[in-house]
């Protein structure tokens, strides 16, 4: 019970002894009775004891008074059963608009989800595209100019015409710019094309005789030339856990901070040195972070872990 409920009990046991006392505070029995006219236990004892002590009160005034009390006894409790009922509608109206609110906001993170993987499936599928275009432009439009590129070789030591030397130089270097300008589309398709986290994704999906987790925390795609790095020294890595060691489990955190992208590569074996230094492969991934102005450590307590940093800003 509560420290007001307490006091109104308190209150109205007092007004029902002062009524003994002074019979003109019995019309306040009405308002008593409608406030405690409820379905629990004490306030239906409350109500038992209001009631008796109105009989006991019933020589002091007429019939016909008692009559018009009766009737506010009444409505009395038709009023407090009529606000017992609209505080329950009340209370179940503003639960069913948090239950709809509440399902409004499911339905638009659903959505939200919803529109967020589609756009990602359409920029895998542009990527793959791209990758497509790169490879066909290579395989044919390549080929045809390096065909033509050695048919004008050919032509240009077997010509003895001067007046054609001219024509032919010309028609090599043109051949030599087209060449330079596919190679470098078909370059930059590719670079564009390679999505880091589906990448990182593949080589989970090969190592299938470890147990391999990802945890890619990136806003947004780094640099291609981190995305090669960070790619061959996973790769590298998982090669070496692979062929080298015990280990059961190998985890790729790849996560990007404000200022560098942070790429830990760990494994529970157990076959270390503490003062390993690593073989080639190692040294490989350590010189490549480093001509990327990055940091390169590696920890063997509680398995293998390679720590790499990779500054942002660092790569024109």
Same mark, same amino acid.
């Given at each position: 019970?509560?420290?007001?409920?307490?006091?109104?009990?308190? #209150?109205?046991?007092?007004? &029902?002894?002062?009524?003994?006392? #002074?019979?003109?505070?019995? +019309?306040?029995?009405?308002? @008593?009775?409608?406030? @405690?006219?409820?379905?629990?236990?004490?306030? =239906?004892?409350?109500?038992?004891?209001?009631?008796?002590?109105?009989?006991?009160?019933?020589?002091?005034?007429?019939?016909?008074?008692?009559?018009?009390?009766?009737?506010?006894?009444?409505?009395?409790?038709?009023?407090?059963?009529?606000?017992?009922?609209?505080?329950?509608?009340?209370?179940? +109206?503003?639960?069913?608009?948090?239950?709809?609110?509440?399902?409004?906001?499911?339905?638009?993170? =659903?959505?939200?989800?919803?529109?967020?993987?589609?756009?990602?499936?359409?920029?895998?599928?542009?990527?793959?595209?791209?990758?497509?275009?790169?490879?066909? @432009?290579?395989?044919?439009? !390549? *080929?045809?100019?390096?065909?033509?590129?050695?048919?004008?070789? $050919?032509?240009?030591?077997?010509? *003895?015409?001067?007046?054609?030397?001219?024509?032919?130089?010309?028609?090599? /270097?043109?051949?030599?710019?087209?060449?330079?300008?596919?190679?470098?589309?078909?370059?930059?398709?590719?670079?564009?094309?390679?999505?880091?986290?589906?990448?990182?994704?593949?080589?989970?999906?090969?190592?299938?005789?470890?147990?391999?987790?990802?945890?890619? =925390?990136?806003?947004?795609?780094?640099?291609?030339?981190?995305?090669?790095?960070?790619?061959? &020294?996973?790769? /590298?890595?998982?090669?070496?856990?692979?062929?080298?060691?015990?280990?059961?489990?190998?985890? &790729?955190?790849?996560? /990007? *901070?404000? $200022?560098?992208?942070?790429?830990?590569?760990?494994?529970?074996?157990?076959?270390?040195? =503490?003062?390993?230094?690593? !073989?080639? %492969?190692? /040294?490989?991934?350590?010189?490549?972070?480093?001509?990327?102005?990055?940091?390169?450590?590696?920890?063997?307590?509680? !398995?293998?872990?390679?720590?790499? @940093?990779?500054?942002? %800003?660092?790569?024109?």
């Amino acid at each position: 019970m509560s420290n007001s409920s307490r006091l109104s009990y308190v #209150l109205f046991a007092g007004l &029902i002894i002062l009524s003994f006392l #002074l019979p003109d505070l019995f +019309y306040f029995y009405p308002y @008593i009775l409608y406030e @405690i006219q409820s379905k629990t236990t004490q306030k =239906k004892q409350l109500f038992v004891l209001v009631s008796a002590c109105a009989m006991l009160h019933f020589y002091l005034f007429p019939i016909s008074l008692w009559l018009y009390f009766l009737l506010l006894f009444v409505l009395a409790s038709q009023l407090q059963n009529t606000t017992e009922k609209k505080e329950y509608w009340e209370q179940k +109206y503003r639960q069913t608009r948090n239950e709809n609110y509440e399902h409004s906001y499911d339905l638009m993170e =659903k959505n939200k989800a919803l529109r967020q993987n589609q756009d990602y499936e359409i920029h895998l599928a542009t990527l793959k595209e791209r990758n497509r275009i790169a490879r066909e @432009i290579h395989d044919n439009v !390549g *080929h045809l100019l390096s065909r033509s590129l050695l048919q004008t070789g $050919a032509l240009q030591v077997m010509n *003895h015409d001067k007046a054609l030397d001219a024509p032919l130089l010309t028609l090599k /270097e043109s051949l030599d710019t087209a060449m330079t300008s596919i190679r470098n589309s078909v370059h930059d398709l590719h670079d564009e094309s390679i999505h880091l986290q589906t990448a990182l994704s593949d080589l989970q999906k090969e190592a299938s005789d470890l147990t391999v987790s990802l945890h890619y =925390k990136m806003q947004t795609e780094p640099p291609k030339e981190f995305k090669y790095a960070i790619l061959a &020294i996973t790769k /590298e890595a998982l090669t070496n856990t692979r062929r080298h060691s015990n280990a059961e489990r190998f985890d &790729i955190h790849l996560t /990007e *901070h404000p $200022a560098f992208y942070q790429l830990i590569l760990k494994d529970n074996g157990t076959m270390i040195s =503490k003062n390993f230094s690593g !073989g080639i %492969g190692l /040294e490989n991934m350590r010189e490549r972070v480093k001509q990327l102005g990055g940091e390169f450590h590696i920890v063997t307590t509680d !398995g293998f872990r390679i720590q790499i @940093i990779l500054w942002k %800003g660092e790569t024109s």
